[in-house]
């Protein structure tokens, strides 16, 4: 059996039950620090049985700036799943607000937004999303917990945990003491009881009370991450209902993590790395379907109707999506078809320094290896956006940049029939088509595009397929099979 590695806090217990470490809020991959009270572990979310994936995006298509929203939903978790919607929603309005200036810029604004779980139980759920927005010269971050009651059905911010005002008025002061060990550059006086400095709390296994604040809230952007962790014995009094409930299953639950589910390598015959090269695509007219995104909730439906019309396809996944739906992913390969490597939380590679990039890559690429037993060996950059340095990265790391020649425009509410005409008019042999599987219109989309295009002599082929017993070279960027790729990505 191959057991799959995860990179949630709560899959770094082991190493840390002997309290040499805990898992830090966002930690580089595979690292263990020193105990340290405001770090949170996270639940793996391939446990969490009704959970799948939401996505708001923009910016494939030539414009202004770039948007990766990812969300999770639950199952019989409505007030909870239409907070996370509304807050999603209100993000991408009021970043649309922010850069809207109507001409291009370069390097592109980017908001991106993805998630972990800070508790999931019977008796409280906790989503912790985490927001990096790019405004020309570096990101600023920032997180938000929004915490669900299951015996109420009713959704809360984070300041929820706590009995009421005066119980916020007392947390604030206990934080301001706290505060004290930070030295004279956090601005503690600036913590007061209000929603907005306490919008992120979740806690840690012993039962603190960790409270997290954004960059530059308290003080300069050096400062890095500030965050408190209140003791329990000290917050304890102070909890809601909900408060103390969620504070009772995080200790109950802090030696869980012996559950992981276990994937074994597909040795189906079907699976497209032992069908490769089934198509010569230098005598046989063929395509390359591609899906950005997913896994989401309308992949399923697309594997049904990719298995229907005999076709395969390129699948580049988002890790943070990978991690939530094993079982999808561990499909695709299953029925023939290729997982890529779409980075971890679908950040702009351009932006980002060289530790960052490998960080991203390697993370994925680890994810979907220990789901499939397979490690990816293409990467669509998010966005299409490459640089020289993120082609020394891939080129170093032994993997082929893809990107497209064929865009469906399938985003922001496009239409069903226009993207299936605008699949089929321009596909020539060797195209690289994009799609997004987290789209029911695209997913609608492809039974026509099979047929029209089965209809015009076209074999639909992965990726690697189109180049035949020339094979894909690390480091270079691929954006068709009928051209030579470059030798080295331009910026």
């Known amino acids: 059996m191959y057991k799959s590695r995860l990179f949630s806090g709560i899959a770094l217990l082991a190493l840390s039950a002997s309290g040499c470490g805990l898992a830090v809020a966002s930690p580089e991959r595979g690292m263990v620090i020193p105990a340290e009270p405001t770090m ?3 639940v793996d979310p391939a446990t969490v049985i009704g959970l799948s994936t939401r996505t708001l995006t923009e910016g494939d298509n030539p414009g202004s700036r770039y948007v990766h929203i990812n969300y999770p939903e639950f199952a019989g978790a409505t007030a909870l799943n239409r907070e996370l919607r509304a807050q999603a929603e209100r993000q991408l309005r009021e970043f649309r607000a922010r850069t809207r200036d109507g001409g291009p810029v370069s390097p592109r604004p980017e908001l991106n937004v993805d998630w972990q779980l800070a508790a999931s139980s019977p008796e409280a759920v906790a989503v912790r999303l985490r927001t990096g927005e790019f405004q020309g010269e570096s990101w600023a971050n920032s997180t938000r917990t929004v915490w669900f009651d299951p015996h109420t059905g009713r959704a809360t911010g984070s300041t929820g945990l706590l009995a009421g005002d005066a119980a916020l008025r007392r947390f604030a002061a206990l934080v301001r003491e706290q505060l004290k060990e930070r030295g004279g550059q956090v601005e503690r006086d600036g913590v007061t009881a209000g929603s907005e400095k306490f919008d992120s709390m979740a806690f840690n296994r012993r039962g603190d009370l960790v409270v997290e604040f954004d960059d530059c809230q308290l003080g300069p952007c050096s400062l890095g991450r500030v965050a408190v962790a209140v003791p329990a014995a000290r917050v304890t009094p102070l909890l809601s209902e909900l408060g103390r409930r969620a504070q009772r299953s995080v200790r109950e639950n802090r030696t869980h993590g012996g559950d992981t589910p ?12 032992n069908r490769a090269g089934s198509v010569d695509c230098a005598k046989v007219k063929c395509v390359a379907l591609t899906f950005d995104d997913g896994p989401g909730p309308y992949t399923g439906r697309l594997l049904d109707l990719l298995k229907q019309g005999r076709a395969r396809a390129t699948f580049f996944v988002v890790g943070s999506n990978a991690t939530a739906q094993p079982a999808v992913v561990r ?6 078809h290729l997982v890529g490597n779409h980075t971890w939380a679908h950040r702009d590679l351009s932006k980002q320094g060289s530790s960052k990039i490998t960080d991203t890559l390697v993370k994925t690429g680890d994810t979907v290896s220990g789901i499939i037993g397979q490690t990816p060996k293409l990467v669509r950059p998010p966005y299409g956006a490459v ?19 064929i865009d469906t425009d399938d985003q922001n509410g496009a239409k069903v029939k226009d993207i299936a005409d605008r699949a089929v008019r321009e596909a020539h042999p060797g195209a690289i088509i994009l799609m997004h599987d987290i789209h029911r219109e695209t997913v609608d989309a492809v039974p026509d595009i099979l047929k029209r295009l089965r209809g015009k002599g076209y074999s639909f082929v992965t990726v690697p397929e189109l180049y035949g017993s020339v094979g894909m070279q690390a480091g270079r960027l691929y954006r068709s099979g009928n051209e030579l790729p470059r030798k080295q990505p331009l910026t």
């Open 40 to 42: 949170i572990d996270f």
């Open 262 to 273: 276990t994937f074994t390598p597909t040795t189906d015959p079907d699976a497209v790395s």
């Open 331 to 336: 499909r695709m390969s299953v029925e023939g």
């Open 387 to 405: 640089s020289q340095q993120v082609g020394n990265v891939a080129r170093e790391m032994g993997l082929s940049l893809v990107t497209w020649d």
